[in-house]
């Protein structure tokens, strides 16, 4: 029986996930709750679109001319990581194809222990570049924040320095929760000890998901928590890029 996928959506011209062009093929499923995610209706592993590796990449492929040398696919979610044979199975193909490989992970799912962990690294092999999420540097802030700890999260970082698998870091900046510089310095100082980060993203927290909380009958936590402002966001960019120096 042909292995499928649950699919949220696909974006054919995405220019903010990866580098380049990319065609972003959204999956369902994700274990953490975050208090600021813009896509809660991604949380579920509903089978109400079920698709193949192959139907999926046919359909990317013919986005294939605008994506330029440095475009591709990227995975996101949810966190596709908690569909990891199907996108093992969906990489696995688009590399055949030539094409760029990223994956969009809060990394949540990971872990060293099988048979999760051989079947990750065997995934790393049709993998170019993963954008990772660090929600919160401090576990106990980070339970608060996404309803998980984070040490299998930043263990996943570890791992993927170790193996010296191109990363770009990704921190959301949600005013009051993660823009406190003592916690952007000890994300810095992680950061620093990474010897495969090619780019760090901050990504100011907003509030154009809050309209899918209300229609999935779901309290929203942050009401009333502002976007950052510009000075906060430049803040952050300088501190935690300090750790590329």
């Known amino acids: 029986m042909e292995l499928k996928g649950a699919v949220h959506s696909v974006e054919s011209f995405g220019s903010v ?28 592993l509903t089978q109400d679109n079920m698709q193949t590796a192959d139907e999926l990449l046919e359909k990317a492929l013919r986005c294939k001319a605008y994506w330029g040398k440095n475009g591709g696919i990227t995975v996101s979610g949810g966190d596709p990581l908690v569909q990891i044979d199907f996108l093992s199975e969906l990489l696995k193909k688009a590399k055949k194809e030539g094409v760029n490989t990223c994956i969009d992970t809060a990394a949540e799912p990971f872990t060293r222990q099988e048979p999760f962990f051989s079947k990750f690294k065997e995934l790393m092999e049709y993998t170019d570049l993963l954008l990772v999420d660090i929600k919160h540097i401090d576990p106990q802030e980070h339970k608060k924040l996404t309803g998980k700890t984070n040490e299998n999260i ?15 870091i990704r921190q959301v900046l949600v005013p009051g ?17 990474l010897k495969n980060v090619k780019k760090i993203e901050v990504l100011p927290y907003h509030t154009l998901g809050i309209f899918k909380w209300e229609q999935l009958g779901i309290p929203y936590s942050l009401e009333g928590v502002s976007p950052p402002t510009h000075e906060s966001v430049e803040n952050a960019k300088k501190i935690l890029n300090e750790a590329l120096k």
Not at 24 to 40: M, S
Not at 177 to 193: A, P, Q, V
């Open 17 to 44: 996930d990866g580098p380049g062009i990319r065609y972003i093929i959204f999956l369902k499923g994700c274990n953490l709750r975050c208090k600021f995610c813009h896509n809660p209706d991604t949380w579920k």
């Open 154 to 168: 930043l263990d996943c970082l570890k791992y993927l320095s170790d193996i010296d698998k191109p990363v770009w």
């Open 177 to 193: 929760i993660t823009d406190n510089e003592e916690y952007l310095r000890k994300t810095r100082d992680f950061i620093s000890t």
